[in-house]
């Protein structure tokens, strides 16, 4: 059974700083992976889509990579601002499911402190 | 206006009492899902469907119902609520005919129940 596991769980950092949020999942046999933001009241916003057989993508101070092989998949945020604090997601779809279904991890609470 | 409305946006309700949550989208999309997000949990899959006529449960159907009354809409039902279904929950599409990004999932933006 497919697992996603989302490290750290909450993580607070002055503005400006560079940070990695880490994601890892069980089985590599996925179809893609997803990076969502969530803030309260506004549901889930897609940051960013990797197909499997991609290695990473970026969207502005964004930058998504996979390893699908060691099932490890981080999110780059450069330059980290008041405004990007969040919760951030990470889901995959695995292949065993037909790929519709999206199974998410706990999520990484961030904080960034003007 | 969002592409995905979920309603109510937030509900308090009896054990007991019967609820319905509704959802509806603008994206012409044929797949619609219903998450609930637990804390801790991440988002758990309920229901979902591929087309009004093809409803299947998801990880954790026990307690739900769900109706697709039209490509656009997709109701979920708690027919008698409990308090450890208070919950968020998410309804979602995604689109069979975009390839690569069929899987590609649009969220509402919630529905807070709660049960007391």
């Known amino acids: 059974k497919q697992e996603v596991t989302q490290i750290p769980a909450a993580l607070s950092v002055p503005e400006g700083e560079n940070l990695v949020l880490n994601c890892s999942f069980t089985?590599?046999?996925?179809?893609?992976l997803q990076w969502f933001r969530q803030d309260p009241g506004k549901g889930l916003t897609s940051l960013l889509l990797?197909?499997?057989?991609?290695r990473e993508q970026t969207s502005g101070r964004l930058n998504a990579s996979l390893d699908k092989s060691s099932g490890r998949s981080t999110l780059y945020i450069a330059a980290s601002q008041p405004g990007d604090s969040a919760t951030y997601l990470c889901?995959?779809?695995?292949?065993?499911?037909?790929?519709?279904?999206?199974?998410f991890g706990a999520g990484t609470r961030l904080f960034v402190k003007a | 206006d969002a592409d995905v409305t979920q309603t109510p946006r937030n509900r308090i309700t009896k054990t007991g009492k019967r609820i319905m949550l509704e959802c509806s989208q603008t994206?012409?999309?044929?797949?619609m899902y219903w998450y609930r997000q637990d804390p801790g949990l991440g988002l758990r899959l309920i229901y979902y469907?591929?087309?009004?006529?093809?409803?299947n449960k998801g990880e954790i159907s026990d307690g739900y119902s769900v109706s697709r009354q039209a490509q656009a809409k997709f109701s979920l039902s708690l027919e008698s609520a409990i308090p450890n279904q208070t919950a968020l929950y998410f309804c979602?599409?995604?689109?069979?005919?975009?390839?690569?990004?069929?899987?590609?999932?649009?969220f509402g933006q919630g529905t807070r129940l709660t049960v007391v």
């Open positions: 994206k012409g999309h044929d797949r």
């Open positions: 889901a995959v779809r695995p292949v065993d499911t037909g790929g519709f279904k999206t199974i």
């Open positions: 469907s591929f087309d009004v006529k093809d409803i």
């Open positions: 990797i197909q499997s057989s991609q």
């Open positions: 089985d590599s046999a996925i179809y893609n």
């Open positions: 979602a599409t995604s689109d069979s005919r975009q390839g690569v990004r069929a899987t590609e999932a649009f």
